[in-house]
């Protein structure tokens, strides 16, 4: 029985590792969302709120190899579904 659990576990474990994105590619993004331009228009505080909502939602969908592949298919579209919801939702993270 602890077999198995362990098992499940690594499998959970690796699973959630492989499908998001790195912590310095969480980075990257949020240096490029939360910039003067966004401040300017929201304020530092919404800003800060947006853009981690938006790079959370989006970690929890991609891996590093999706997010280039997107971008350099300059697919931005299937990354509006994370804008949407976090203009809508202040503190959705």
Same mark, same amino acid.
């Given at each position: 029985?602890?077999?198995?659990?362990?098992?499940?576990?690594?499998?959970?474990?690796?699973?959630?590792?492989?499908?998001?994105?790195?912590?310095?590619?969480?980075?990257?993004?949020?240096?490029?969302?939360?910039?003067?331009?966004?401040?300017?228009?929201?304020?530092?505080?919404?800003?800060?709120?947006?853009?981690? #909502?938006?790079?959370?939602?989006?970690?929890?969908?991609?891996?590093?190899?999706?997010?280039?592949?997107?971008?350099?298919?300059?697919?931005?579209?299937?990354?509006?579904?994370?804008?949407?919801? #976090?203009?809508?939702?202040?503190?959705?993270?």
């Amino acid at each position: 029985m602890k077999k198995i659990s362990l098992y499940i576990f690594l499998v959970l474990i690796w699973g959630n590792v492989s499908f998001a994105m790195s912590l310095d590619y969480e980075k990257e993004m949020y240096g490029g969302c939360y910039d003067s331009d966004i401040i300017e228009r929201l304020g530092k505080k919404r800003a800060k709120q947006y853009c981690t #909502c938006a790079i959370k939602m989006v970690s929890n969908k991609f891996s590093d190899d999706e997010i280039v592949s997107l971008l350099n298919n300059e697919e931005y579209y299937k990354l509006d579904f994370a804008s949407k919801h #976090c203009n809508k939702h202040n503190n959705a993270f």
